[in-house]
């Protein structure tokens, strides 16, 4: 406490802060809390955009065990997602281009990490999540949890997500426009990897050839996270080939350790 304050005070003294503006910043925060609830967090999206939840991420991560990098975990995780066999498609409604999602989850030396569970869940092809849709999504859309077979590979259909705003209809929104930020995140799919005995990975594969790469709003971007969405050939001759137009290979790293990256 003593150094945030000491940092808050020389912030207000750098930049002489009036009376007004202070009023300004309290009804600021009082917004932010008035629109959080159990479902929607302001002030982790406040802290998000300010850069705040990355570099916390930053500093409890080891950047040099090898494991798979973390990145923000974001307001649109829902526990308990439908398990499924390897190969399923998380597609409950059939819209956007499909796109076959492969990878494999090793431990630091390469050794494949076999039971490892892939918590996945995304943004549509027209960049919604099926909690900002209710009424148009059916619940589960695009989530799922996969289990990695002996040689730690999994895989599943998914549908091709599009770049999305983040919610903008509240006080963080309001930031980002007076300070002439850009709203919308790279296109990307979500991960949750978990195995008995490894330090968890919270993180997302982002499609590295998306043009919002480097305007990303809460600052989530990492050279390690990007993967190509690429034509599907693997697939060629088989069925999946015809209604399978995309590929991306996300493939994980988990190092040991038992310890939870949120803790
Ligand atoms: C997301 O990727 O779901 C997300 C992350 C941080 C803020 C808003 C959305
Ligand atoms: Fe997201």
Request: a negative charge; one cysteine or more; hydrophobic letters at 35%.
């Amino acid at each position: 406490m003593e150094s945030m304050v000491r940092h808050l005070h020389e912030a207000i003294k750098e930049v002489r802060i009036t009376p007004a503006e202070w009023m300004e910043a309290i009804t600021f925060l009082t917004r932010t809390g008035q629109i959080s609830d159990n479902k929607r967090q302001e002030f982790i999206l406040l802290s998000d955009v300010l850069g705040v939840s990355m570099l916390v991420d930053t500093l409890a991560h080891d950047t040099t065990s090898g494991a798979t990098a973390n990145t923000v975990l974001g307001p649109f995780h829902v526990s308990d997602a439908p398990h499924y066999a390897n190969g399923a498609d998380i597609r409950l409604k059939q819209t956007g281009e499909a796109m076959w999602v492969a990878g494999g989850v090793r431990d630091t030396e390469g050794r494949p990490v076999a039971g490892a569970n892939l918590d996945v869940w995304q943004a549509d092809d027209s960049g919604f999540y099926d909690v900002q849709r209710p009424n148009d999504l059916p619940e589960w859309n695009l989530r799922g949890q996969f289990t990695t077979d002996g040689n730690g590979h999994y895989d599943f259909i998914t549908s091709k997500p599009l770049h999305y705003p983040i919610p903008s209809d509240g006080p963080v929104g309001d930031l980002l426009n007076a300070l002439d930020r850009p709203f919308i995140r790279p296109a990307h799919l979500h991960f949750i990897v978990t195995a008995d005995g490894y330090a968890p990975v919270i993180t997302h594969y982002f499609d590295d050839r998306c043009p919002y790469l480097q305007y990303d709003p809460v600052l989530g971007v990492k050279s390690s996270l990007l993967t190509r969405f690429e034509p599907n050939v693997e697939h060629s001759g088989s069925a999946k080939s015809d209604s399978v137009k995309w590929t991306a290979r996300c493939d994980f790293v988990l190092a040991r350790g038992g310890d939870d990256p949120s803790a």
